[in-house]
């Protein structure tokens, strides 16, 4: 179900301001709004806020400089996750004080960056150096038979192997620049680069650097201290070099690392905590002002009303006043929260996936915890399938208790596992027909192999059922919002379900004819009642309403395949003569159809939820309950139910 | 005769609507993949938006165990 919500205004002198947004911040129960006076209420004494900005904080919050700074420096450093109680130290301490706090790291801040900057060069150096390092790597061959001489240059270039062409080319420049007097050696650095040194005479260095400029070619310098360096020594000076560069670069990435390991927690901590400060201010800035009040309003379920006056007369004092807003006009903006209890609530995030329904209406997450895993179930169907992946499930809880992803994966998975195994009892099904073929194992109900119409009559009864149910819940939410032509609308819709579904069971001889005719004329009346609330359209929706319910045949068609798949695999398996490889084949298939079987049937299983189901009756529109929650709150919240605005 | 024209239009009722579903999903896979590329959050409602046109094949699967069965 959907939390009941109020808004409500609370007021307090302005003396005690920052201290009552800062008591609504550790309650985090308040959904924020911008103060604005109730609808038709006369002249005020508050004035209005500025608008609720989550991108630009106001102008004037003091912590603004002082959570730049952390930010910057927390992106230069490692940081590990805030302690919690560093973090709750820090949020207990005044404005002054966590601004000194700030302003202590400064220097950090400043060593931070020299470290980071040296980084960021020696990076680059050692790039340098290993490049020309393995262009000398590359052409050493033919350096190795060339002459030590003196007075002579060299520049290595790398091209893609595509325009190795433009070597032939550079090295006849050079020729002409030079007079003969050059060298050009080329080898493969790899199978995509040509690596080639240039040699040249020194007092022509600027004239080559010149003819190559432009060329988009990758040009490896060498290094100052090295030119002149006779080419059979370049190689073990250039390794030399590098490792020293290397030896500098890894102290310097040390001392980043200590800086980190000695300051990384405070800076993590302080983020969080000046950034908790500036949305105070945010809120602050949103806030209704008189002469000598504040009103701060906002959202939060009915129920949570007495926690949150509780805490503010215990951190602000008996001067604070909650007022609640009644009426159907303040509902209108309402966000909205789930109210679930476990494993309905592990579903809240499918049943919003696609849209949030609208405070006010029908919360369709029970009928999806409900519809999901039977429709999964009813399409794998097999009790080898649902023992796996009940295993897979309770491997992966052992391994990651703590996942947020196991939180939604358990219960959704779970009742999936146990709604596959049970059908997969009532199909006789235990990896297709091996339980058949191996303990005799007999279908309770029916095998879907040979009873293929069955599976088709009980997925499109499954699809009336649930069509028919959509519309019932549409009639319902139609009401509650005062749409009466919707609701008038949709009761005209189901009854033309109806009518059709009497008229098809009449054509196949289960009724007789006057209740066929009847059929007929509840159509007729039923259409014309459409067209009267919904126009031309109207009539064609039933059309729509028919083809909805027939999409459920997906649910014996994918079933069928299912099924299909998993006797493939075992005769497959049966092929061999080896049973370790027959075993092993059978597995290979068996996995596959395992990851198609849930997979697709998880899909078409939410589909029909999405399409067929949710366009009958979820009024889309709803505005997510998101309160104000603090640092300290977000993930400490354990007592009681959670609530949720979804996704 | 009749027998083997009952299987020829279950063929056709299946087959082509196999082939309006497939047309249809390959234009919004393609579009759903340059949608997920820049928005990586919308994948769960591509996968729901390539799983529509399977009604298509759906239907015509009905029509075609409709053909053969009664």
């Not at chain 1, 949020?91 to 960021?120: I, N």
């Not at chain 1, 062409?165 to 199978?191: H, K, N, Q, Y």
């Not at chain 1, 310098?221 to 500098?248: Q, Y």
Request: charged share 20%.
């Amino acid at each position: 179900m959907l939390a009941r919500m109020r808004r409500v205004d609370i007021i307090a002198p302005r003396r005690s301001a920052e201290r009552l947004v800062r008591a609504i911040h550790r309650a985090g129960v308040l959904h924020l709004a911008p103060f604005a006076p109730p609808p038709g209420a006369g002249p005020t004494l508050f004035t209005a806020p500025g608008v609720l900005s989550e991108e630009r904080p106001p102008a004037g919050t003091r912590h603004d400089g002082a959570l730049a700074e952390v930010t910057e420096l927390a992106g230069l450093l490692a940081l590990p996750e805030a302690p919690r109680e560093l973090v709750r130290q820090l949020w207990e301490l005044d404005d002054d004080a966590l601004l000194a706090e700030a302003a202590a790291l400064g220097p950090v801040r400043l060593r931070a960056a020299e470290l980071t900057s040296e980084r960021l060069r020696l990076r680059g150096e050692a790039s340098r150096l290993a490049g020309y390092r393995r262009l000398i790597e590359a052409l050493r061959g033919a350096v190795g038979r060339l002459p030590s001489i003196r007075g002579y240059g060299s520049t290595g270039i790398v091209v893609n192997a595509r325009y190795r062409p433009v070597v032939t080319l550079i090295r006849e420049e050079l020729e002409s620049l030079t007079g003969g007097r050059c060298e050009v050696i080329a080898a493969d650095l790899d199978a995509d680069r040509v690596a080639a040194i240039l040699i040249y005479p020194l007092r022509l260095a600027g004239e080559v650097r010149a003819l190559l400029g432009g060329r988009d070619l990758e040009e490896v310098t060498l290094p100052e201290s090295m030119a002149g360096v006779p080419f059979d020594e370049l190689g073990p000076r250039l390794a030399a070099e590098e490792a020293a560069v290397r030896e500098r670069l890894a102290r310097t990435e040390a001392d980043l690392a200590q800086l980190s390991v000695d300051h990384g927690p405070r800076v993590a901590a302080l983020g969080l905590v000046l950034a908790d400060r500036v949305a105070e201010a945010r809120a602050l800035a949103a806030a209704g002002r008189s002469e000598h009040l504040v009103a701060v309003s906002g959202w939060l379920p009915e129920r949570r009303i007495a926690e949150l006056r509780e805490a503010l007369l215990r951190e602000v004092g008996p001067e604070v006043l909650i007022l609640e807003r009644t009426g159907a006009e303040s509902d209108r903006d309402a966000p909205v929260a789930f109210d679930n209890r476990p494993p309905v609530r592990a579903f809240e995030p499918l049943a919003s996936f696609v849209m949030l329904p609208r405070y006010g209406t029908l919360d369709p997450t029970p009928i999806v915890a409900f519809a999901f895993p039977v429709f999964v179930g009813l399409m794998v169907g097999d009790i080898g399938y649902g023992l796996l992946l009940l295993a897979i499930l309770a491997a992966a809880r052992r391994r990651w208790p703590n996942s947020p992803a196991m939180r939604f994966l358990w219960p959704v998975g779970l009742l999936a596992a146990i709604s596959t195994t049970f059908f997969g009892i009532l199909f006789g099904e235990l990896f297709g027909d091996a339980g058949h073929q191996l303990i005799g194992l007999r279908p309770l109900w029916f095998d879907r192999r040979e009873g293929a119409l069955p599976l088709l009559l009980l997925a499109v009864s499954i699809g009336l059922a649930q069509v028919a149910l959509g519309l019932v819940l549409g009639i319902v939410n139609a009401t509650r919002l005062r749409h009466r032509r919707e609701a008038i609308a949709r009761g005209a819709m189901l009854v033309s379900l109806a009518a059709i579904a009497a008229g098809l069971a009449f054509a196949a001889g289960y009724l007789p004819a006057p209740a066929g005719q009847l059929a007929l004329l509840v159509l007729g009346g039923a259409l014309l009642v459409l067209a009267a609330t919904l126009g031309l359209a109207g009539p064609l929706e039933v059309m729509g309403a028919a083809g909805n319910v027939l999409s459920y045949a997906r649910l014996m068609a994918i079933g069928l395949a299912s099924v299909m798949l998993a006797l493939v695999a075992n005769r497959l398996g049966a092929l061999f003569e080896n049973i370790i490889l027959g075993v092993l084949v059978a597995a290979l298939f068996h996995t596959l159809n395992f990851v198609l079987g849930f997979f697709d049937s998880s899909v078409q299983g939410l589909r029909l939820q999405y399409v067929e189901f949710f366009s009958k009756f979820v009024e889309p529109g709803g505005v997510p309950y998101q309160p104000f929650v603090s640092v300290l709150g977000e993930g400490g919240r354990s007592a009681g139910l959670e609530l949720s605005g979804g996704a | 005769m009749d027998e083997g024209l009952r299987f020829l239009a279950a063929a056709l009722a299946v087959g082509l609507g196999a082939l309006g579903t497939a047309w249809a999903q390959s234009r919004i896979g393609s579009a759903g993949a340059g949608a997920v590329a820049e928005k990586p959050e919308v994948t769960g409602t591509i996968l729901i938006l390539v799983a529509l046109p399977e009604t298509m094949v759906i239907l015509g699967f009905v029509i075609a165990a409709l053909i053969i069965f009664m």
